[in-house]
């Protein structure tokens, strides 16, 4: 999906890779499984795992504001918990090597 606003898709299961690029207030829903899903220049985005779907790798870049609604284990189906992706990142040099840690916000 490139160059889409608040569009929202729905998959069964994908065999490679979902792509998601300059999409603001995407919504996906991935029902089966999904090996990857990559999200580049966007902001504002939910992505909705079903429980075939957590071993799925999720790579972005130049994004603000993406969640994923991971389902709760022992509940019904379509009750989700909301978890952010990291958008602050703490680059440090260690025995002149880049370390990067993501800055988390807890309080």
């Known amino acids: 999906m490139t160059n889409c606003t608040k569009s929202s898709i729905l998959v069964d299961s994908v065999i490679s890779s ?6 603001p207030s995407f919504a996906l829903e991935i029902k ?3 090996p990857t ?3 580049d220049s966007t ?5 909705y795992l079903s429980k ?3 071993g799925v790798e999720i790579m972005t870049a130049k994004c603000s504001s993406i ?3 991971l389902p709760v284990e022992g509940e019904e189906h379509g009750v989700f918990e909301e978890k952010p992706i990291p958008e602050m990142l703490r680059t440090t040099i260690k025995d002149g090597k880049l370390v990067t840690n993501f800055v988390e916000h807890s309080g």
């Open 67 to 69: 969640n994923v609604s």
């Open 37 to 39: 899903i990559q999200i």
């Open 18 to 23: 979902v792509a998601v690029a300059n999409s």
């Open 32 to 34: 089966g499984t999904a």
């Open 43 to 47: 902001d504002s985005g939910q992505i």
């Open 52 to 54: 075939e779907a957590l």
